[in-house]
């Protein structure tokens, strides 16, 4: 119907590694296959790994453990387009630290609304676009960036 809410575009990031592309390629046929609610995992997985390789890409170091959420906060103050593109305009580093936040939800959804994990309650179809859209979203912008 022509109210049905459609994903955004995968993305196809410059800054990858074998497992992001593997990763990208899952959620994909996870959403295809299986709807939206089983691609939310997948994609919180192919941001995770997409932020790990821009920071491995630049030499920006975390543990084996960051968070996805910490993981964008380094590469916020790390990474030199990044920073730039936030130290020339206060409104889009204040969309970037609103992006944090969108991240940190979307982590606690994965856990907790999704099917990441044995969970009763789970999002439902509109609201597993939206957390894919934003994150698809999160990764143009950030691909748009690092790779100008």
Same mark, same amino acid.
Request: hydrophobic fraction near 35%.
């Given at each position: 119907?022509?109210?049905?809410?459609? /994903?955004?575009?995968?993305?196809?990031? =410059?800054?990858?590694?074998?497992?992001? @592309? +593997?990763?990208?390629?899952?959620? =994909?046929?996870?959403?295809?296959?299986?709807?939206? $609610?089983?691609?939310?995992? +997948?994609? !919180?997985?192919?941001?995770?790994?997409?932020?790990?390789?821009?920071?491995?890409?630049?030499?920006?170091?975390?543990?084996?453990?960051?968070?996805?959420?910490?993981?964008?906060?380094?590469? @916020?103050?790390? !990474?030199?387009?990044?920073?730039?593109?936030?130290?020339?305009?206060?409104?889009?580093?204040? $969309?970037?630290?609103?992006?944090?936040?969108?991240?940190?939800?979307?982590?606690?959804? +994965?856990?907790?609304?999704?099917?990441? !994990? /044995?969970?009763?309650?789970?999002?439902?179809?509109?609201?597993?676009?939206?957390? $894919?859209?934003?994150?698809?979203? $999160?990764? !143009?912008?950030?691909?748009?960036?690092?790779?100008?």
């Amino acid at each position: 119907s022509d109210s049905e809410i459609h /994903p955004v575009e995968d993305p196809n990031p =410059q800054v990858t590694s074998a497992v992001v @592309r +593997r990763a990208l390629l899952a959620a =994909q046929n996870s959403l295809a296959t299986s709807g939206a $609610i089983s691609a939310v995992d +997948r994609v !919180h997985t192919d941001i995770h790994r997409y932020v790990e390789s821009i920071c491995d890409e630049n030499n920006i170091k975390y543990g084996k453990d960051t968070s996805i959420t910490s993981l964008y906060k380094l590469l @916020r103050e790390n !990474h030199p387009k990044i920073k730039s593109i936030s130290n020339n305009s206060p409104e889009i580093d204040r $969309i970037f630290k609103a992006l944090s936040t969108i991240i940190d939800s979307i982590n606690t959804l +994965r856990n907790h609304y999704s099917v990441a !994990h /044995p969970n009763d309650n789970l999002l439902d179809d509109g609201e597993a676009i939206l957390v $894919i859209n934003s994150i698809r979203t $999160i990764m !143009h912008f950030l691909d748009s960036v690092v790779n100008k």
